[in-house]
C-alpha cells in the first residue's frame, strides 16, 4: 500500500509564526504536490516538485514556498502565517507515467489565530 | 489548459436510488480523468480513473463512470446509494503532457444520503 504521511493532523499557530508542513511518502514517486482545500472552492495546487531540488509554483504559490531535499519528503513553509492561511492541507505523490493517479495523505488542518 | 466543471456543489438522494454526479472537462488533447472520494476529515482516494482504454469505467464501491468525448464529460454513477456513500466527490483530468502532468480538480459534490 502506497503511503503519504503528512506529519500532523491538527495545528494551531498564530499569526506571524513560521510554519512547517511535513509530507513523506514511501513510494518512491518522482512527483510531490501541496494542495490546499477550501469549502466551495476545491483542491488548490500551491507547488509541487518532480525531482528532488526542483520546485514549481502552482496557482496559489503566494504567502509559501516548498523545500525537496530528499526524494520521500516534500515540505511546505508559511514564511509568516496569517488568518488567510487557515485551511486544510493536502499533499499528493504521483509516478513519473503520466496516466497515473495521485496519492493523497489524510490532510493537516491549521488553524492560524 | 485544462479545467474541470462539477455541475451541482450538494446532491441529496435517497438510499437505494441512483446516484449521478456529472463532471465536464477542458483539455486540449485527450486526456486522464479521474474521480476521487473524501470522507471527513481524511484525504482523497481514488474511485476510479479512464486512461484512455474502455470508455466505461467500473471503480470501487460500485462506482462506475462514462467517458464521451463528444460530450466532454465523465458523469460518476451508482445504480444504488447507500448511507455510506455519504462523502465529498471531486473529478480531476490530467492532460498528460510534459509538465502538465499534474492534476486540475474541480469543486467537488457534497453527496448526501437519505435514509
Known amino acids: 500500500d502506497v503511503k503519504v504521511t503528512q506529519s500532523s493532523r491538527y495545528l494551531v499557530k498564530r499569526t506571524g509564526e513560521k510554519v512547517f508542513l511535513e509530507c513523506v511518502q514511501d513510494?518512491?514517486?518522482?512527483?510531490m504536490f501541496w494542495y490546499r482545500q477550501d469549502p466551495g472552492l476545491g483542491l488548490r495546487l500551491i507547488y509541487f516538485?518532480?525531482?528532488?531540488?526542483?520546485?514549481e509554483k502552482g496557482d496559489i504559490p503566494e504567502g509559501y514556498s516548498v523545500s525537496r531535499e530528499k526524494k520521500e519528503r516534500f515540505s511546505l513553509i508559511l514564511e509568516s502565517a496569517s488568518t488567510n492561511q487557515t485551511s486544510m492541507y493536502l499533499c499528493?505523490?504521483?509516478?513519473?507515467?503520466?496516466?497515473?493517479?495521485?496519492?493523497f495523505g489524510q490532510g493537516t488542518r491549521l488553524t492560524v489565530v | 489548459a485544462q479545467s474541470v466543471t462539477q455541475l451541482g456543489s450538494h446532491v441529496s438522494v435517497s438510499e437505494g436510488a441512483l446516484v449521478l454526479l456529472r463532471c465536464n472537462y477542458s483539455?486540449?488533447?485527450?486526456?486522464?480523468l479521474f474521480w476521487y472520494v473524501q470522507y471527513p476529515n481524511q484525504g482523497l482516494q481514488l474511485l476510479l480513473k479512464?486512461?484512455?482504454?474502455?470508455?466505461l469505467v467500473k471503480g470501487i464501491n460500485g462506482f462506475e463512470a462514462e467517458f464521451k468525448k463528444s460530450e466532454t464529460s465523465f458523469h460518476l454513477t451508482k445504480p444504488s446509494a447507500h448511507m455510506s456513500d455519504a462523502a465529498e466527490y471531486f473529478c480531476?483530468?490530467?492532460?498528460?503532457?510534459?509538465?502538465?502532468?499534474?492534476?486540475?480538480f474541480g469543486k467537488g459534490t457534497l453527496l448526501t444520503v437519505n435514509p
Open positions: 483539455s486540449s488533447v485527450p486526456p486522464y
Open positions: 479512464y486512461t484512455s482504454a474502455a470508455t
Open positions: 513510494m518512491d514517486h518522482e512527483n
Open positions: 480531476a483530468v490530467s492532460d498528460g503532457g510534459g509538465s502538465n502532468y499534474k492534476l486540475t
Open positions: 499528493a505523490t504521483q509516478g513519473a507515467s503520466t496516466n497515473t493517479e495521485a496519492f
Open positions: 516538485s518532480y525531482d528532488v531540488k526542483m520546485k
